[in-house]
Structures are given as C-alpha cells and as structure tokens.
C-alpha cells in the first residue's frame, strides 16, 4: 500500500500471490481516488515516461491545497 502524507489513508494497493515475482509498483488507485502521472506542465506523461505523482479524489486531506 502507498500512502504519501497528504492523504488521509492509503492512496493504492496491490495484492500479490505467495511466490509470484517481485514487481516495482505502487499499485492501482484505492476507491474514490485518482492517480495521475504528469510532467512539468501538468499534463499526462506516456507510459513509461518519468513524471510527478499526484493524488485527487475524496482521499486527499480536508484544506490540502496544492
């Protein structure tokens, strides 16, 4: 689970088998939330391009502000 502090829960999940491979990921988007990945304008990278992580929906903290 991933859980960055402007939050007020977790934001994502995975759930992986007993002896599946190891993969690097955050997860997909819990309920009520949504991830973007987006670049410096705030516009959404293509997958696999590097990007800032942001976090919207009823999960983000009451008065969090930019």
Same mark, same amino acid.
């Given at each position: ?19 599946? #491979? !190891?993969? +690097? ?8 939330? *949504?991830? @973007? &990945? ?10 696999? #391009? !590097?990007? +800032? ?8 903290? *009451?008065? @969090? &502000?930019?």
């Amino acid at each position: 689970m991933y859980a960055p502090s402007e939050t007020t829960t977790y934001s994502t999940w995975i759930c992986m088998p007993r002896g599946q #491979a !190891v993969v +690097e990921t955050i997860g997909r988007p819990i309920a009520n939330t *949504r991830i @973007y &990945l987006l670049d410096g304008h705030g516009q959404p990278v293509p997958f696999g #391009a !590097v990007g +800032e992580l942001y976090i919207g929906g009823a999960g983000v903290a *009451r008065g @969090y &502000l930019n």
